[in-house]
């Protein structure tokens, strides 16, 4: 067979596959393994957990189970509501400014947990039920906080940019500076949308108690003391403290990686035993046991997604379909917006983790042969792969809503979450023609 037969045939079988409802993993796996058996020498087939074991032996890759260790101390703790209580009570003078809160609550809640699930939930259950109590509409509040936990997998220390440091040999502290820029437009964006949308459910609230109507909460003026402002922040400032010193041990070139990971859980878990009094076997049991499942599923993945690149390079599939592409001699930004718009199908379907290891070998070296920055291109990747998290069919970030706030239906979380994808679309845009956004910070302390 031609390496083209052979493609598409690895191609289909993946797609029939991961449709069958296969775990993705398993899945992926499954495919590698059974073309290793057509296509490859027999004795490949004993080097499988050789290689797996390999790949899973990076010293970048050991950084995932300690960020997520850090994450899952955090999002357990009640850290996430006292954030967001506190920014509420600082910016409730600020028009919209209980939606301006919930954006910014995610966005730190996000930097420090560096996960989305875990920032819907932390800041959802909380911050969703009081919008409601306030007036915002179900799908405004829903929508606010699926958009905003996105950003768990673009503020540093983001996973995905782990793994796409790894896909692609790109610095990892590099690609967690370059997506501080992309991060704070997306929560400029985010938060002007709050406050425009709450200007107009305001306006409509307004015109039906004028016209005799009931009143609604969102008309209620609501005030706090500087005494109230400074009471809610003893419990936020110790993991505000706990953010800062992970970001100057990091890129002050104080420690690794993976020792800033260590040290990052280690500090979460010290601070909720001492701020929240968890340190029984009680409170730290699914702590851990929510660490290890998540840990064990997500580095499953990573290590059959990269015995399934293996295969590809193998068979030259991937050499192949780079070579085609450039040999269509595509504009440069004609060639970008086919990968993106590809990164985005893809999104119908898939998590971040696997598109980006299953694409990697494929669009990077055109990309690169293009003259892309590729730190550039993982941070706008991103960002792409954020809309997947908050449209259907598989938003992940939706379904978690779903699960928190289950008296929202699924029509009203979407209709809610379609604006933000509008905007992250805006901020793709935005990012390709000032590409400065992401770079300005990592060249600025890496001096290039």
Known sequence: MSVLQIGLAYGGATLLALFSGIPIAFALGGVATLFMMLFMPHASLDTIAQNVYEELSSITLLTIPLFILKGAAIGKSRAGKDLYDALHTWMNRVPGGLGVAVVLACGLFA???GSSPATCSAIGSSGIPEMRRRGYSPGFAAGLVAAGGTLGILLPPSIVLILYAVASEQSLGRLFL????????????FA????????????????????????SEILRAETFTMRDRMDALPRVLPFLILLTGVMVALYGGFATPSETA??????????????YGAWRLA?????????????????????MSLLYSYVMSFLHISQG??????????????????????????GFFLPPVSIILMTAPIVLPPLRAAGFDLVWFGVVMAVVMEMGLIHP???????????IAPDIGLGPIIWGTLPFVALMAVGVVILCFVPGIALWLPNLVYNR
């Open 111 to 113: 930097a420090m947990a």
């Open 178 to 189: 370059a997506g501080l820029g992309p991060g704070v437009l997306l929560l400029a964006l």
């Open 192 to 215: 002007a949308f709050a406050v425009f949308q709450w200007k107009r459910e305001y306006s409509a609230a307004t015109a039906v108690a004028a016209g005799g109507g009931e009143r």
């Open 262 to 275: 260590g040290l990052g859980a280690v500090l979460a878990m010290v601070l909720i035993a001492i701020v």
């Open 321 to 346: 379909a780079a070579q085609w592409i450039v040999a269509l001699h595509l504009s440069k930004y004609l060639l970008l917006t086919a990968v993106l718009f590809l990164v985005v199908v893809l």
């Open 393 to 403: 069919p598989v938003g992940l970030n939706i379904f978690v809503i779903n699960r």
């Open 283 to 303: 409170d730290l049991k699914p702590i851990f046991a929510g660490t290890l499942g998540e840990a064990g599923m997500l580095l499953m993945i990573i290590g």
